[in-house]
């Protein structure tokens, strides 16, 4: 099976799972912003990662992934929750995969999907840390773990 039609066939459970997820995690910002649109922000990076692999195209994702480093930055997220978020849809993904997948049908569509996390991960870390060294953020200030050593 194409591994982008079969994200399409699976969006609503995929996103369902995510969001049930992302709401036990009780992260700040993603609590205070309401349910509806945290589950609007998993369909939209959904939407990415199925337009992804469908075009075996990173350029979308990558640069959906900067905005958001760009938004939740402005807004006060620490980058451990907008990484959640991600993980969550993730391993949903994951999840639906491994359950209704053929066999012969499970190295790709993992590879695919993989793939595309990572780099939409790898883009949005380096944006946010880019972002976070302009500035004091922190979610970034690593005194905390040289506490008791010299110069910590």
């Known amino acids: ?7 399409i066939r699976e969006r609503e459970t995929i996103v369902g799972e995510a ?21 609007q922000r998993l369909e939209l990076l959904f939407d990415q990662l199925v337009g992804a692999v469908g075009a075996r195209d990173l350029t979308s994702v990558v640069a959906y992934a900067n905005t958001i480093a760009e938004e939740r930055f402005a807004a006060g997220f620490d980058l ?5 978020a991600i993980n969550v ?9 491994l359950a209704d997948l053929e066999a012969e049908d499970l190295a790709e569509a993992l590879g695919l999907v993989s793939t595309v996390f990572g780099a ?33």
């Open 19 to 39: 969001d049930g997820a992302l709401a036990l995690l009780h992260e700040r910002h993603y609590e205070s912003s309401g349910a509806a649109t945290s589950r």
């Open 120 to 152: 939409a991960k790898d883009a949005l870390g380096r944006r946010y840390v880019s972002l976070a060294t302009r500035t004091h953020a922190p979610s970034l200030d690593l005194r905390a773990l040289f506490a008791g050593t010299e110069g910590g």
């Open 89 to 97: 849809l993730e391993a949903a993904t994951w999840k639906q995969i």
């Open 80 to 84: 451990s929750e907008v990484q959640a």
């Open 1 to 7: 099976m194409d591994t982008a039609e079969f994200l």
